[in-house]
């Protein structure tokens, strides 16, 4: 079983100190995809109509599967698009909660480039998935810690291209 910051990724379960909920870890693992377009670096952004969130995409590992391996399935999957893997970005640590659980959780960020495929190829997970400019992205992100990541990602994919 593989495990982040020594918990397992199925779940370490513990009872908080008022013994009336469980806390349990969660990893998932995604990115910040990118490319070259007219205006400059455009990112893909995932939405979904029902909650009106914009996210990144990513998602949980399937058993034996590595951080790396999980990244490229779960954002070929949520985007439709061939991807490259590059370098890690950085890890988002969050809480929260659902039916009576706590979760701790850790997003692990890397950065893509698109080599080929459709947006319009995505799976269900989200409604719209769509290219945008990065200073729109950033803009139209629900989430500050995602809108960190992508911020990051620019600053990366800069001093590449310098």
Known sequence: MKTH???????????????????????????????????G?????????????WGLPKGTPDEGESLEETAIREVSEETGL???????I????????RTGVRYHKWVHHYLFEATGGDTDSHDLEYDRVEWRP????????TFKN??????KAREMIEAVHR
């Not at 990065?134 to 992100?141: G, N, S, Y």
């Not at 995602?146 to 911020?151: A, N, P, Q, R, W």
């Open 134 to 141: 990065i200073e729109d992205a950033l803009r139209t992100l």
């Open 82 to 88: 061939e991807v490259r893997i590059g370098e890690k």
């Open 146 to 151: 995602e809108s960190d990541m992508v911020e």
């Open 41 to 53: 670096i455009e990112v893909v952004i995932c939405g979904r109509i029902s909650d009106g969130v």
């Open 5 to 39: 910051s020594g918990l397992s990724w199925t779940a370490d379960v513990a009872t908080s100190k008022q013994g009336n909920s469980r806390v349990e870890a969660a990893v998932s693992a995604g990115g910040v995809v990118y490319r070259h377009g007219e205006a």
């Open 90 to 97: 950085g890890v988002v640590e969050y809480w929260f909660a």
